[in-house]
């Protein structure tokens, strides 16, 4: 009897720890398929900060930043996708009239580089078409900003130096690039003002095709509204093709709280399958013959 | 509850933000978006999950039976992220009925509106995936 008992307690403790043990690691799992379901290196779009999130730091832009078709909530901007020219001088209108637009023209029609090649957008196009995020990072004498579309950097100097004036001038001069020279102040303690000149012009303005030169001086400001908002308006000065300063727009970018990005590039392989697969063959371009059906 | 319908708000929101620059990146114009064409027991060839956007690629007979090879796109791989896609929504060898606003060209391309899989479960573009061709996140139209 004494055995049968002491027998039945052993059995009854077993029971207890094995099923106490079994709870623990369902518990453990179902913590583990939470953690995977939500993956600290993956960036979901709606994931939001909430509120404006407080003041904004004094003189602070760090961080990454959700912009305008990222899915993130952020609030919509003025002008900055198709925006509206001043008046061109003759010869804006006549490199105007060169560009196709893929907006008005389509895949088969454009001869948008970027569009049919992956060709960088270049500056200023990359602060105003696919800029779904970026990140701002300073050093001592520079402050970078990271676009997430293409994995694009821009260098801006803040130590003091004016921009270049030598830019394709002479067999001395500096080469146009791709984002051109920038340099950056604070204008007050929550507006960073960066200047840019030196742009290769083989690049456009805006996703609607307008050109800029050279010597276009592009002025974005970024002024940071709270913790948790951004807003960037930039203004474009280029004399040569435009009787007055072209306001390229007003965009809006929302603090992501994880700090993570999404990947998303144009990838000249599956540009050319996509052309070759669909665009193409989908056709338009209003100034082409009838098609047939 | 509240969470829920908080998280579906904050969800259209995010939708209405990425729809916005995506439809404006090739336009519909070359499609006819008056009346989609239904491709029924359509086999998926191939899902290419790539840049600018996506292309579904399937076989589907005709009136007269015969197999005729389409190609659709959709929207971005992250716009269309946003509404549940993946890289592995759609295998080849998969039988659906497929919806498809065709190219003005008159080619067997066109810009992709719905699937209806096997289960009776359906998946919509995220520019062009309402019954009248709208966005599929709201009812506003096109």
């Known amino acids: ?293 | 509850m509240k969470m829920k319908v908080l998280m579906l708000v904050v969800s259209i929101a995010g939708l209405l933000a990425i729809s916005s620059s995506a439809i404006a990146h090739h336009g519909a114009a070359a499609y006819d978006m008056s009346k989609p064409i239904v491709l029924k027991d359509a086999v998926i060839t191939q899902f290419a999950w790539i840049n600018p956007h996506p292309l579904i690629k399937a076989d589907s007979k005709n009136e007269k039976g015969n197999v005729q090879h389409w190609t659709m796109e959709m929207g971005s791989t992250p716009a269309s992220q946003l509404i549940g896609w993946t890289r592995n929504t759609l295998k080849p060898g998969d039988v659906v009925t497929l919806y498809v606003w065709q190219a003005k060209s008159g080619l067997t391309v066109g810009r992709f509106n719905k699937v209806v899989f096997a289960d009776g479960k359906v998946m919509r573009d995220t520019q062009t995936g309402a019954d009248n061709g709208g966005r599929a996140d709201t009812e506003v139209g096109r």
Not at chain 1, 235 to 245: E, G, N, Q, V
Not at chain 1, 257 to 267: R, V
Request: with cysteine; net charge negative.
């Open chain 1, 1 to 293: 009897m004494g055995n049968r008992f002491t027998r039945a307690m052993v059995g009854l403790a077993a029971a207890l720890v094995l099923s106490s043990v079994a709870m623990a690691q369902t518990d453990q799992s179902q913590a583990k398929q939470g953690n995977e379901a939500r993956s600290q290196w993956k960036y979901y779009p709606t994931d939001r900060a909430v509120g404006d999130g407080g003041p904004a730091p004094r003189r602070d832009l760090t961080g990454t930043w959700a912009g305008p078709g990222s899915g993130a909530a952020v609030p919509k901007g003025t002008n900055a996708q198709t925006p509206t020219a001043p008046p061109l001088t003759p010869m804006g209108q006549q490199l105007y009239a060169m560009n196709k637009p893929i907006g008005k023209y389509s895949p088969a029609g454009t001869n948008d580089p970027h569009s049919r090649y992956c060709d960088p957008f270049g500056f200023p196009q990359n602060m105003t078409n696919e800029i779904r995020g970026m990140t701002i990072t300073t050093l001592p004498n520079r402050t970078f900003i990271l676009i997430q579309y293409m994995n694009v950097w821009r260098e801006i100097w803040t130590d003091g130096r004016a921009l270049p004036t030598d830019v394709a001038s002479g067999k001395d001069g500096l080469d146009p690039r791709y984002n051109g020279y920038s340099v950056g102040h604070w204008d007050d303690d929550y507006t960073f003002v960066v200047d840019t000149t030196g742009l290769d012009d083989s690049t456009w303005a805006t996703k609607n095709g307008y050109p800029h030169s050279i010597d276009a001086h592009v002025q974005e400001r970024y002024h940071r509204d709270a913790k948790n908002d951004l807003t960037l308006t930039i203004t474009m000065d280029d004399p040569k093709l435009y009787t007055k300063p072209f306001f390229l727009g007003e965009e809006h970018f929302r603090w992501i709280p994880k700090q993570q990005l999404d990947d998303f590039t144009c990838i000249p392989s599956q540009v050319q399958q996509y052309l070759k697969e669909m665009g193409d063959p989908a056709g338009f371009d209003p100034n082409a013959p009838p098609q047939r059906r």
